[in-house]
């Protein structure tokens, strides 16, 4: 946690993993962080290959950390140090850093805790921060934040699950509330089962609702049923079934990060049923105009973050990851692209940063 006043700026050498260029292959960088002061998704595929046309390089990822495995093994999850104005957070606490690091605070998204919409957010990397310095992420052994921009990890929530929970879990918790699709008794539709899929039909189910999957792939269906307890699975290719649930669902959270056709989601809706789109593909989508509601969503503010964990801690609710070294990051994103991988990776940092080639 930092001061952010001017005596507490000295920069601090740190070191980590970096993309030098739009090839997306990262390697050992040195850097240094503005005071002394992870898991792997798809956003970091689209940043590092500069899909989305606003990266800047060098580029260390992660839009997510978490103070446990995305940092150095003298911290381990928690708070080593804090600013003298800092009164959220104390030493030896626990916690975790998601999406964004900075924003302007009195504007109207700001006073209403949606921070991520923010006309200045500052992002947890790739963004040019207040003084001037471009924000590298949580591919390092060290971080500093405004405690604003932290929240507690619950006791019992395991650090190396809630790594997934900060980014990619918030994008569906938040349009569950948004939408008022958290109802106990809706009927709500997951499109993909991938790292957000998963997790979205683990908050809906948590919140009562009847959950049906859509997927191009078969094989994805003993997974949906049998593991994650969804009510039902549909191949969104058997025009057959898609026709037997037209017009049966409350509302649909599409997850799928690679263009595809929305007018089949949309008619699965009931007539005031809602789609919302959170896999933010490279290019935009057809949309054609229907009597339906049709929106997007941006993560969460940060109070609703940490709603969202306590939310995960009291249902049990953690994502399906496996860890890796953060030598293998480059081959990690390979099997991502590729959709090998059960539903994330989390990258030990902790553990094995240090002995890479630095």
Known sequence: MADLSPEHENPKAAVGWAAGDQSGLLSPFKFSRRYYT???????????????????????????????????????????????????????????????IGSCHPCDDCSNDLENYCPIVKFTYGSRYYDGTITYGGYSDSMVVDEHFAVHIPEHLPLDVSARLLCARISVYSPLKFYELDKPGMHIGVVGLGGLGHMAVKFAKAMGAKVTVISTSPKKMQEAIHHLGAYSFLISHDQEQMNKAMGTMDGIVDTVVVVHHLFPMIGLLKSHGKLVLVGAPDKPLELSLLLKVVGGSCIGGMKETQEMLYFAAQHDITADIEIIPIHYVNTGMERLVEGDVSYRFVIDIANTLKSSSL
């Open 38 to 100: 992870v898991g792997i998704c798809h956003s970091d595929l689209h940043l590092l290959k500069n899909e989305w046309g606003n990266s800047k390089y060098p580029l260390v990822p992660k839009i997510l950390q978490i103070s446990t495995i995305c940092f150095s093994s003298f911290l381990q999850g928690v708070v080593i140090e804090v600013g003298n104005k800092v009164g959220k957070f104390k030493a030896g606490d626990k916690v975790g850093v998601g999406c964004i």
